[in-house]
């Protein structure tokens, strides 16, 4: 049996439940170019690739210098790819309402069940969701076929990817039953004995006649217990009508949803008939908190006083392109919070929903964006050419969908919006859109990242206080200014630069929220500034592969509440590309922040004067150079870092953190030889789904297991039980598939990706020329 035929009996063998949610993700078929009736049910497409979806299909290249989609796409191909899913539908869904939820497909989409139009949609990154039921063949075989078009080129300042790459589903339900986003779960009062939750839901009628109903709210603490249970008042449910039923309820010695304790509840939602017998249910996660911005403090959570560390992140995922498993963003995550980073700005669009719900479980605060332009274009053929007839209604979705994450705490109607010169256009936008956000969500305040408002008058013209939240992308003092002119202005960092000038404003005034760093991680495209061969934009604390780099650690140094204690030489405040890591012969576009390679292994190894900076919170920095100690320093009160002139010889420089008398924290650099062998360490559990990656960071070495900062030796993987996912090094210039077993390391790094398949646990093995091999292997999850 193939596999089409092995899901469409399973998918025949489904019980009948009150509510079925099917992953549509598996036996896609798959092709590239405008065909020819595809939409059609009886189309020969056994000739098509099969694929699993999420799927990315640009992410494989090849890199273009004349590629439509110019440096802003990575140099990536672009264009039309078809989709089409072939499953027999259970008797049981007669009678039934079938949806199907595409949580994104890039772009300008179309989607047919059956040879029958359901419609389209410009957005590649909300969620689209078609009723199946009136064309859908229950018992008999049926064809879901996609049309995604990214052929219109430049269409984005970034990678947006190809194709249908988020995951899709198919919800039953029956006739009367949860409209689907109706359900809010708010907070009211809240003490330690006790919290008032109101959970409101929309009942929705697809049936001939009126139906007695009413609404059940369940709802669980963390650990899964009952804290509250509350029936609705009864309803009618009448055809073609939502009507709302909102439920009271009082949780007892409440757990708030915090950055150190994300304590997660449960609201389960049941619908009921007369008789009590169950006609639907959904379950919705949020968190007991309060969260405010107050103009002369700034941002307030669980009454606490804290500053938004935060940074901006694109939604690629380095060498998965826009299909991102779910491992590779909570890698990321983890890897930004422990420099210290407590917020995350989605830029400039709606991410995967499976993100925010992450963000959630780690305790991540989150300034939530749905729009990079509005009626002014930024490339020829963005989304400016439909904004107008769209944004209302992707503005009332996006909120819907992501009203009752407690991780979101700001709404941000837009990015550096070129509106703004034409304040009665704008200022007519920003009503209309902080309208629908206040209506959809009345809980949270709205922002949007101003651009040059001093050029565009935005502070006099009354631009600015239309928001909620001021907010504006860098020149930090014109901001904190705009405060000082209006003390009734709350004011937030939109985006920000990652100079210590940036930091002091934030760090020193009270009224200032947060800021939020441009950006977080390296990501592909917008390489336009840099021009071909760079595929990625460098400006990230972390490379694509998320390896820390110094100007991570000097950040870490300001923001993080564990000690920190790094060593960085200083190159020279104009990068000496010459001590630039090299890939395929062309030299690294200069990084942002600080001059400084971490290695104590200069190019020139003669004699001569070098500077060691140590980014460190510690009160005091003893550095000891090949055993000589060059005195303690303590900690500057600008923030700025330690530094010493060094003389160079071959050898160790070693950094010391001190709290009093008390060692917080060791750091060292050791002069490198010939490379010589790899260091293999395994991160994470690989496992057989979609979003089960597990991770393996490849280091070359010297004889005395030293890192050698500038190799670049040609890197062969094999996988054993398993199957390579993907492999990167996070070189800006490097135009390997990264799907290729083999891929030269970057300053003496890379990073393999693998799922596991088959029996036994998942082997990795890793060699190079002139280089001992090395192997890990991970445990099989159970």
């Not at 009952?226 to 409440?254: N, Y």
Request: aromatic fraction near 8%; hydrophobic fraction near 40%.
């Amino acid at each position: 049996m193939t596999m089409t035929g092995i899901a469409a009996a399973l998918l025949a063998s489904t019980p009948a439940l009150a509510r079925e949610t099917v992953s549509f993700d598996a036996d896609w078929r798959f092709t590239r170019g405008d065909v020819a009736k595809a939409e059609t049910q009886g189309f020969a497409d056994t000739a098509w690739t099969p694929v699993n979806l999420p799927h990315d299909w640009a992410i494989a290249g090849p890199f273009d210098e004349h590629a439509r989609a110019t440096g802003s796409g990575a140099f990536l191909p672009t264009g039309v790819a078809w989709y089409r899913k072939h499953f027999t539908a259970p008797t049981s869904w007669a009678g039934k309402q079938v949806i199907v939820e595409f949580d994104g497909v890039t772009e300008r989409s179309g989607v047919w069940i059956n040879g029958h139009h359901l419609g389209h949609r410009p957005t590649g990154y909300l969620t689209l969701r078609y009723n199946l039921t009136p064309f859908l063949k229950a018992g008999g075989d049926n064809v879901i076929a996609v049309r995604a078009d990214t052929s219109s080129q430049p269409a984005s300042r970034w990678y947006a990817g190809s194709g249908i790459n988020r995951h899709v589903r198919v919800i039953v339900t029956d006739n009367v039953h949860i409209e689907r986003d109706s359900t809010t779960v708010r907070t009211g009062a809240i003490t330690a004995a006790a919290a008032q939750v109101t959970v409101t839901t929309g009942v929705h009628s697809k049936a001939a006649a009126a139906q007695a109903a009413k609404v059940e709210v369940t709802l669980l603490d963390p650990a899964g217990r009952v804290a509250a249970r509350q029936m609705s008042a009864p309803l009618d449910a009448l055809s073609e009508r939502q009507l709302p039923a909102t439920v009271p309820l009082s949780v007892l010695h409440p757990r708030r949803w915090d950055i150190g304790d994300p304590a997660l509840y449960t609201a389960r939602v049941r619908l009921l008939d007369a008789s009590g017998a169950e006609l639907d249910s959904e379950d919705v996660a949020f968190g007991i908190r309060e969260a405010k911005f107050v103009p002369a403090t700034g941002f307030w959570l669980n009454g606490r006083n804290i500053k938004l560390k935060g940074v901006a992140i694109h939604q690629d995922g380095g060498a998965f392109g826009n299909a991102v498993p779910l491992a590779f963003y909570e890698r990321r995550l983890r890897g930004l919070m422990a420099l210290g980073v407590n917020a995350i700005r989605t830029a400039h669009n709606p991410f995967p929903p499976e993100f925010l719900d992450l963000c959630d479980r780690l305790g991540l605060l989150v300034m939530d964006e749905p729009f990079d332009m509005w009626t002014v274009a930024k490339n020829p053929e963005d989304y400016h050419l439909f904004f107008t007839d769209w944004s209302t209604r992707d503005a009332t979705e996006f909120v819907r969908r992501d009203r009752n994450h407690p991780s979101v705490v700001i709404w941000s109607i837009g990015n550096e919006i070129h509106d703004t010169p034409y304040p009665l256009v704008a200022q007519d936008i920003i009503k209309r859109l902080t309208t629908i956000f206040h209506k959809e969500d009345p809980t949270r305040p709205v922002t949007m990242a101003l651009f040059r408002p001093n050029t565009t008058h935005d502070y006099e013209n009354g631009t600015a206080d239309l928001l909620d939240v001021v907010g504006q992308n860098y020149r930090e003092k014109e901001l904190a200014k705009a405060h000082a002119d209006k003390p009734t202005r709350a004011i937030i960092g939109t985006e920000n630069s990652k100079n210590r000038e940036s930091w002091l404003v934030l760090r020193d005034d009270p009224a200032y929220a947060g800021m939020f760093l441009w950006t977080g991680a390296d990501y592909l495209g917008e390489a336009d500034r840099i021009g071909w061969p760079a595929i990625s934009n460098p400006s990230g604390l972390v490379t694509r592969t998320d390896a820390v780099k110094p100007i991570g650690w000097e950040r870490a140094s300001w923001w993080s509440d564990k000690p920190v204690v790094k060593i960085a030489r200083r190159v020279t405040k104009v990068v000496d590309t010459s001590e630039l890591p090299t890939m395929v012969g062309v030299a690294m576009p200069q990084p942002k922040g600080p001059g400084v390679l971490a290695d104590w292994s200069p190019t020139n190894r003669a004699p001569h004067d070098e500077t060691v900076e140590v980014y460190s919170n510690a009160q005091e920095v003893e550095l000891i150079a090949n055993g000589r100690s060059l005195g303690r320093k303590a900690r500057n009160a600008d923030d700025s870092a330690r530094s010493w002139t060094v003389p160079f010889a071959p050898g160790t420089v070693r950094a010391i953190g001190y709290n009093g008398k008390r060692v917080v924290g060791r750091d060292r650099l050791v002069t490198a030889g010939a490379p010589a062998a790899l260091r293999l360490t395994p991160r994470g559990t690989p496992g057989g789904g979609f979003d089960d990656v597990g991770f393996v960071e490849v280091e070359v070495v010297d004889a005395k297991g030293n890192p050698v900062p500038d190799a670049a030796t040609a890197l062969t993987v094999t996988v054993e039980n398993g199957t390579l996912a993907a492999f990167d090094n996070g070189s800006v210039t490097d135009h390997t598939a990264f799907a290729s077993p083999t891929r030269h390391a970057e300053a003496g790094r890379a990073l393999v990706m693998v799922r596991a398949g088959g029996t036994g646990p998942v082997t990795v093995r890793v060699s190079g020329e002139q280089l001992r091999p090395a192997a890990v292997t991970f445990k099989r999850q159970r």
